[in-house]
Every structure is written in structure tokens, then in C-alpha cells.
């Protein structure tokens, strides 16, 4: 069943598959949820765990903002990172923050909402992105759905051919390396896209034995391309395999499960920083609304929901009640709608800025002044 932002739709309706009888037990014992307690059944604080839930609601009701703004007309395109949310949050939760090689550079794929969101990116950023304004703080109106470029961040503009953020991400790492900071550089990619050689350079660069790179190399494993199947495509049982032949540690998690992204993204974030070595994770994980809206940017039925899941384990836990679910999403589809009438509001870049940013620190990049 379908689970939409709209927060009235199918949420109020859903008969949710929880054990009736475990959750009366709980809450009729507990009064209140100590936020920083750890979760007994599930392993993380109380507190991270409704941090997440948060985030990955956030996201996923931005991104269905997102296709809404494009089905009414509001937007040319659509493409973004809806059943990513669980694995995405946990990277941006995880990330160090700030501008410089001390800290952490993202090279992030068009499906990074949930990381972002979760980094502190307010709705309205991605609103103005996709509806080309001029007020888009990442590319001034001149970019597709979230491109992101966050500098203040490390985060790298969003390339649209794919991976080759695999191999710009080895010139920040090299920096790292080289001023021996304690920052890494993460770089996020799909399945599909491990076929093209940037991949395979990233892998040769990071690994070399004289030089190796603080690098953690991700594959949001979502066994498709566009419309080409991963069954047919790749003869390796699993693309993080593909760095175990450049001995280097390797890993493949369930993108799907929140926790578990949590706790492996932190045990391999934690060895990069010490070993100043890299990692290839792996994270299988879903695609709720197809590619992009060039094949229709609808919900598709045979994919697990990674928020679904999530929130029948805080149910069962008791950390969440069917109306705390219900306020989380009707916030922020409130939240979604007013930025997008004040984004409606706001004005498309003027002719005379099409030569702004094309170089470092401001200079132009109109040939006719050189
Ligand atoms: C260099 C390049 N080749 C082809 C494309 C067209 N293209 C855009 S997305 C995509 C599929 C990528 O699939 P995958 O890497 O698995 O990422 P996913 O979209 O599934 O997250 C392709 C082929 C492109 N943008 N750039
Ligand atoms: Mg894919």
C-alpha cells in the first residue's frame, strides 16, 4: 500500500501490521519515552532513532513535493532519492560537517536528498532548485532536481553524467592525505553506473599500497540502470567484491534498514578516519518511484518502503504511537507546501547572470571580457 505525504490519504487509513496485544503491554507500562535511553530491541538511542524517522519522513515528503511540483507543470524534470531515505539519513547524520579538508567531502549522486536533509538542508533549497529560481543557492535556477553544490558543506556540485564523481572524488581525498587531516571523502554512486571506468579508477587510486586514500566508496545498489536490470549486467556476485581485488575492505549492508545503515556507515566511517584507508560499502536498497519522471515518477508497488518498515519497528517498540506517526508527516507536508507557494512567488535568473560561477571565487566566465 501506497504511503504518501499526503498525511491524511493512505496513512490514516493503513491497518498497520503490528502486534496489537506486545504494544498494549508497553504503553500502558511506560508513561514517558526517555529520548537518550538505548533501545533495548533496536540497538541505537531512543533519540537517534526518532532523529531518523524525522529526517527520513522529511525527505520523503520533500521528494513526493518534488514530483508533485513536476506533475503540475511547476518543474521540466524529475529525478531524486525516495527509498533511499534509510541509508542517505545515516550518511548525512554521520558526516563531518564544514568547508575544508579537515572536514568531509561529499560527492554525491542525484539521489542524495535523505543525506542532505538529514545534513540540515531546508526543504525550500530543493523547492527553488527544481523550479529553477533565482534564489537557488547551489546553481542560481541553472540546474535539474537535486544537483545540489553546497561549498560551505564540501559538498561537491551533483554531476549529471554519471560517476564521474568517483574520480574527482580522489583529487579531495589526495588533499586529505596530503595535509594529513581527519576529514574523508565519501562519494556515492549506483549499480549501473560501476560499469563505466570512473569507477574503476577510483578503485586503482584509492587502493595503491604507497598511497592509499581516506575514501568511503559507496554503490546505492538499486538493481537497476535506468530501465536495464542488474541480473543481466554484472558477472561479480556483489560490486563491493570488486575492491576486495584491491584488498580493501569491503562491505554490503541492507540500505533498507535504517539501522543497520546507521551502525555499519559509523563502524567504516570510524575506520577510515583511523586508518586513513578506504572502504567499498554496498547498500541494497529500493526505488520507489522509478527512474525519474522520464518513466512516469510513480510509486511502484513491488519495492519495499524503508519508512513502512522503520515505523512498524518503532511501533512494535513503542517509541512511536499511530498519531505521533500521523503529526511527523502532516508537519512537513505543511512545511513542503508553504515553501513551494512562497518558491511560486520568486523570480527565474536573468540572461546577465549566465556567466556567474563558472570559476572558483566568483570570476566570470563571460570570453568576451578575457
Ligand atoms: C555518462 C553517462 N552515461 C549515461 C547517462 C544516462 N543515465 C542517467 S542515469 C543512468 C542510470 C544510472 O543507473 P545507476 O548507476 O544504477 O543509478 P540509479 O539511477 O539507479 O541510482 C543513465 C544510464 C548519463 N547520465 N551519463
Ligand atoms: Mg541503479
Not at 569491503?250 to 556507515?265: C, F, H, M, Q
Not at 578516519?273 to 518511484?289: D, T
Not at 503529526?327 to 546577465?352: C, N
Request: glycine fraction near 8%; charge should be positive; include cysteine.
Amino acid at each position: 500500500m501506497s504511503r504518501t505525504s499526503t498525511a491524511t490519504s493512505s496513512r490514516g487509513k493503513k491497518k498497520r501490521p503490528v502486534n496489537v496485544a506486545t504494544k498494549k503491554k508497553k504503553t500502558t507500562k511506560k508513561t514517558a519515552i526517555h529520548r537518550s535511553q538505548q533501545s533495548p530491541k533496536l540497538g541505537l538511542s531512543n533519540e537517534l532513532l526518532l532523529k531518523m524517522h524525522s529526517l527520513m519522513v522529511k525527505s520523503r515528503v520533500l521528494e513526493e513535493r518534488l514530483i508533485k511540483i513536476y506533475k503540475t507543470g511547476d518543474a521540466y524534470f524529475w529525478i531524486g532519492g525516495p527509498g533511499e531515505e534509510a541509508f542517505g539519513v545515516a550518511l548525512g547524520l554521520l558526516a563531518k560537517k564544514g568547508r575544508g579538508p579537515e572536514y568531509d567531502y561529499l560527492h554525491l549522486h542525484y539521489r542524495c536528498t535523505p543525506t542532505l536533509v538529514a545534513m540540515g538542508m531546508p526543504m525550500i533549497d530543493s523547492i527553488r532548485l527544481i523550479m529553477n529560481k533565482s534564489t537557488d543557492r547551489c546553481t542560481g535556477g541553472r540546474n535539474f532536481s537535486n544537483h545540489y553544490c553546497f561549498p560551505e558543506w564540501n559538498v561537491v556540485p551533483v554531476s549529471s553524467p554519471i560517476e564521474v564523481q568517483y574520480t574527482t572524488a580522489i583529487g579531495t581525498a589526495h588533499v586529505q592525505r596530503r595535509t594529513k587531516s581527519n576529514g574523508i571523502t565519501i562519494v556515492t554512486g549506483g549499480d549501473a553506473g560501476s560499469a563505466e571506468g570512473d569507477f574503476a579508477s577510483c578503485l586503482v587510486w584509492a587502493s595503491r599500497p604507497a598511497n592509499p586514500l581516506p575514501m568511503l566508496i559507496t554503490v546505492q545498489n538499486n538493481a537497476w540502470g535506468i530501465s536495464t536490470s542488474y541480473e543481466g549486467q554484472h558477472g561479480e556476485t556483489t560490486i563491493a567484491d570488486r575492491g576486495a581485488a584491491f584488498n580493501m575492505r569491503t562491505r554490503v549492508i541492507n540500505g533498507n534498514d535504517p539501522i543497520e545503515s546507521y551502525k555499519a556507515l559509523e563502524e567504516e566511517i570510524y575506520y577510515i578516519r583511523r586508518n586513513q584507508k578506504p572502504v567499498v560499502l554496498e547498500a541494497r536498497l529500493s526505488r520507489l518511484f522509478g527512474h525519474s519522471s522520464a518513466d512516469g515518477a510513480n510509486r511502484k508497488q513491488d519495492q519495499d518502503c524503508c519508512i513502512e518498515i522503520f515505523e512498524d519497528q518503532l511501533l512494535s517498540a513503542g517509541l512511536l504511537k499511530p498519531a505521533d506517526i500521523q503529526r511527523v508527516w502532516s508537519e512537513y507536508e505543511a512545511e513542503g507546501r508553504a515553501a513551494l507557494e512562497q518558491v511560486r512567488g520568486e523570480s527565474a535568473p536573468q540572461a546577465d547572470s549566465l556567466w556567474d560561477h563558472y570559476y572558483a571565487d566568483g570570476e566570470n566566465g563571460d570570453w568576451r571580457k578575457f
